[in-house]
Structures are given as C-alpha cells and as structure tokens.
C-alpha cells in the first residue's frame, strides 16, 4: 500500500491528538510534528524543527521519503553501501522523486527512468536520460570561446554572463550542478533575492532552469586533469586518460571550488580507505539524514558544519550522535551550547584524534584517542568535516601561480608575474581567470562567488577585444557582437563585411 504523509502545523497538544487520530483511521500514514518545543520525544511520530534554517530542508526530505504515486524514476536494489549512497544522494540534490523497491531480490542497483533501464548510472547517463541537462550542441573537439571549470554558485555565473555575451561556452562539472553550494545543511542566507533564505538544492535547480535555454554545453563526465597553451593563444584541457580527451578553449574560468581535507592517520591510513564511502564519509548532507535512522553515527570536527551536522542526526532519529573535536572548536558559541545541550539523544562529545577505524564488512567501531583516554567507540558511519582545500591539484604544472594551493590573480601575482595589463580576476596566464573558492582571499560565500563569475566575464570581453584570436570561430556570436562595438574602425567595417559573407554562406 502506498504510504500518504500528514504533517500537523503546532506546537500544541491538539496536534499531536490530530496525528493520533488520523493514524487509527490511517494505518500507513507517516506523521510529522512541527514544534518549537526542543526535545519532545513522541513515539513514532517525526519530530521537524520549525527553525527557519531546518524547515525548507527537513520538508523537501520528507517528501522524497515519502515518494509520490507512480514517479518516473524507480531504483532496485540495495539501497546501502556506496552505490546506493551514492544514487540517493544524486536524486536528492538534483530534485528527482522516486521509487525505490527494496523487495526486489538483485542486490545489484538498477534504475529505471520511464520504464526503460539505464545501465551503469552514472551523473552523466542519468542527467541525460532525465533530460535534466541538454545534450552538447557542439562535438568534444569544438573551438570554444570559453570554458568554465567547475559549476557552482561562480562557475554557473559565468556561464550565464558569458552565453549572454555571446561566447561559445563549456560547462565542465563532473559531481553535480551547483556545487558544494547544494550539500549545505542550513539555508543560504546571503544571497539577494531571498530574504528568508534558499536551499543550494533549490538554487541550483533554478540555476539549471535558466541555463538551459541558453547555447551553453555542459560536459558532466569530464573532469580537469590538466591546462597547457597551445602556441596559438588558446588553451587545452585534457578531461581523459587519451590524449585525444581534450577540449579547445580561447578563455578559461577556474572556479573549480574545494575538496574535502583528509584524516593523517599514520600506519592507520589503510583502515580509512578500506571504508571509504562504506560507512566514512567526507562531508554531510541534508539527505544523510534518512540514511541514519537507527544507527550509531560519528561526526568529526569542530567548526559549524560539524555542529550542524550532529545536531542534524541527533535531531533526525539516530540511535547515538558523537563528536569528535580533534583541535579545539571554532563553531559559534550559541551553535555550541545547542550541540551539548541537546536533549533528549544527548550527543557525546569527545576532545580527541581519530586514529583508527575497524569493522568486518562494514565499519562497527572508531578508535578515539585522547589525553586521557584511547577507546573504541561505537559507529555504523563517520563524517569527516575538517574543512577543505583548494581543488587545484591538476593546475600544478600549469604555469598558475598559487598560494596554498589557492589560484593568484591581478594584484595577488607574484611581482615576476603580474604584468601590466593584467586584468581583474585575470591569473598569471593571459586569458585564464578565477572566480569564487578556488581564488585567494575568498570569503567563500555564495553572493561573492556569483558576483566574481560575472565580474570575470566583463575581463574576458576586455581580453577579447583586444586578442581577437582567442574566437576561433569567425561566424561566432561573440565574433559579431565585439566587431558591432567597434565598428567606427575602417578595419572592423572590413571583417564586418566578410562576417556577413561567411554567415550568409553557412
């Protein structure tokens, strides 16, 4: 039978006998609570925080639990473990109801969109078998005017600014739309537009929405591997182990954001790879939650995201919530008192290191070793949340000038490399600019990163103008629209001319 949802708007008593009342006339009805009231325990029904920063998230969650009647996507297979981790957390945070059938007896995962199987799910089959992204316009070889690498909050940005301008533009984004803008917990609140914040989820999918009706492409099984100048202005980046997986662009924007940092665990590293994405997790998100019902979760760390995530779980029906703070804390205080505060799953708070993780086909236990203490300590998951670094690794031999691994551009440049017509969020090689996480002296907020993305494009018109070759393409949007701004010049009027016989001759 198909389970229906009923959600109660109090934090009265009555709410909780309405719930009690539609459950005895409902069998297979889930039921949710929305209160003020910390720490109300009611069997079985779910508790939601009417906190503006947990509402949003919460509902949106309980709606893909509940699944709606008939959804285009259905998943079988177990819904544990890496892969179905993974599956759940793709549907999640680009916005997809499904059906996920649990009675089916493979083990093995497989989605059906429509009815039709798609084999080996991976981001790029199943965005376009949901249609979510529009298949390329161009071929892979294809001159590009400009290329955006990484599509969060700067990258989409510039995507839009530089389609808008009328540069060829290519998306290169291998995890999600969006970024890590979508995985956070709390709604964004420093974005203009919307005063009571959004999630990163909604704001891609709007994002994604308006992009599509633009001539952008987006590659979403392509990662950066490396950068390096062709001799002729432009630049190729290899997306592939043969050397034939290359794209061509005349300008590049780097806004390819941060990568989680890593435990040092010593002679002990191998028991993390060895449960990597089977019960360790870098990073939480909202839809973590409903995975941890029931079990014994770890959150290692002690800024804000480490809090929010232990609150998270200890709010969401987790058997037992623990935190490990390995250097001090630098959460905000008033953060702080809700985490060890909580009530009624108090969560265990413990000032140490991890230094090992143990378990037979799945992780049962971290070690924990303190000042005064080195125990087990009981855990179906760990969620390392140590902060990040620059995803920069691939830029090495590049030519870039990078500071702790974050790219150097304008006034950032070394004195050996800024030169004097270096333009805003320009880096040391001409033609190739920064925006958003990946730039040094970011704030990483959401707002920066897409005011940085257009700021760049506005250089990129500049650089241009006044390197025409960077347009390989002479019958180019971009080609026309720049040769218009300066069509005083006898020698503009000339190419003008021959734009128009080329155009007419295509």
């Keep these: 039978m198909q389970e229906q949802l009923a959600i109660v708007i109090t934090d009265e008593i009555g709410g909780v006998s309405l719930l009690q009342d539609v459950r005895a006339g409902h069998a297979h009805t889930k039921l949710a609570l929305l209160t003020a009231e910390k720490g109300k325990e009611i069997d079985n029904i779910i508790q939601l925080d009417m906190s503006p920063d947990a509402l949003e998230v919460a509902l949106e969650e309980l709606f893909f639990a509940w699944n709606p009647p008939n959804p285009r996507v259905r998943v079988t297979?177990?819904?544990?473990?890496?892969?179905?981790?993974?599956?759940?957390?793709?549907?999640?945070?680009?916005g997809i109801s499904y059906d996920w059938d649990k009675a089916a007896r493979s083990k093995d995962i497989a989605v059906y969109i429509d009815g039709v199987a798609t084999p080996r799910p991976t981001p790029s089959r199943l965005y376009a078998a949901l249609g979510i992204i529009p298949a390329p316009k161009h071929p892979p070889n294809y001159p590009y005017d400009v290329v955006?690498?990484?599509?969060?909050?700067?990258?989409?940005?510039?995507?839009?600014?530089?389609?808008?301008?009328?540069?060829?533009t290519l998306v290169i984004e291998a995890q999600r739309p969006g970024g890590t803008a979508t995985t956070s917990i709390n709604l964004i609140r420093n974005y203009l537009g919307f005063p009571d914040g959004v999630a990163g989820t909604r704001l891609a999918k709007l994002a994604l929405e308006q992009l599509g009706a633009l001539e952008i492409d987006w590659r979403s099984s392509y990662s950066a591997h490396t950068l390096r100048e062709t001799g002729d202005g432009r630049y190729q980046i290899q997306v592939g182990k043969h050397p034939d997986d290359a794209v061509s662009a005349g300008m590049v924007l780097l806004s390819c954001g941060q990568v989680p940092n890593r435990l040092s665990l010593g002679e002990a590293q191998w028991t993390?790879?060895?449960?990597?994405?089977?019960?360790?997790?870098?990073?939480?998100?909202?839809?973590?939650?409903?995975?941890?019902?029931?079990?014994?979760?770890?959150?290692?760390?002690?800024?804000?995201?480490?809090?929010?995530?232990?609150?998270?779980?200890?709010?969401?029906?987790?058997?037992?919530?623990?935190?490990?703070?390995?250097?001090?804390?630098?959460?905000?205080?008033?953060?702080?008192?809700?985490?060890?505060?909580?009530v009624p799953r108090p969560i265990?708070?413990?000032?140490?290191?991890?230094?090992?993780?143990?378990?037979?086909?799945?992780?049962?236990?971290?070690?924990?070793?303190?000042?005064?203490?080195?125990?087990?300590?009981?855990?179906?998951?760990?969620?390392?949340?140590?902060?990040?670094?620059?995803?920069?690794?691939?830029?090495?031999?590049?030519?870039?000038?990078?500071?702790?691994?974050?790219?150097?551009?304008?006034?950032?440049?070394?004195?050996?490399?800024?030169?004097?017509?270096?333009?805003p969020f320009e880096t040391s090689l001409p033609g190739v600019f920064a925006a958003g996480d990946v730039r040094v002296k970011s704030s990483r907020r959401v707002g920066q990163a897409v005011g940085q993305g257009t700021a760049a494009v506005a250089s990129m018109e500049r650089f241009a103008r006044k390197n025409p070759q960077?347009?390989?393409?002479?019958?180019?949007?971009?080609?026309?629209?720049?040769?218009?701004?300066?069509f005083s010049n006898a020698a503009t009027r000339r190419e003008f001319k021959q734009w128009l016989k080329l155009f007419h001759s295509h």
């Design 77 to 94: 297979g177990h819904s544990s473990g890496r892969e179905g981790r993974f599956l759940r957390r793709f549907l999640y945070l680009n």
């Design 148 to 168: 955006v690498v990484g599509g969060g909050p700067a990258g989409l940005s510039a995507a839009l600014s530089a389609s808008l301008v009328g540069f060829s």
């Design 272 to 342: 993390e790879e060895r449960f990597l994405n089977k019960g360790v997790y870098y990073g939480v998100e909202p839809s973590d939650r409903l995975g941890e019902l029931g079990r014994d979760v770890i959150v290692v760390g002690g800024g804000d995201s480490a809090g929010q995530a232990a609150l998270m779980f200890a709010k969401g029906g987790s058997k037992s919530v623990a935190l490990i703070a390995r250097d001090g804390l630098t959460m905000a205080k008033s953060l702080w008192g809700e985490v060890k505060n909580y």
């Design 348 to 423: 265990k708070i413990y000032w140490g290191n991890v230094t090992e993780f143990s378990g037979t086909e799945s992780l049962n236990h971290v070690r924990i070793k303190g000042k005064w203490y080195d125990i087990l300590a009981p855990a179906t998951s760990a969620y390392i949340n140590i902060g990040g670094k620059p995803n920069t690794a691939w830029l090495r031999d590049s030519g870039i000038e990078l500071d702790d691994g974050y790219v150097k551009t304008d006034i950032y440049l070394g004195d050996s490399l800024r030169r004097s017509d270096a333009l």
């Design 470 to 486: 960077v347009l390989a393409d002479p019958v180019s949007t971009a080609h026309l629209l720049l040769s218009i701004q300066d």
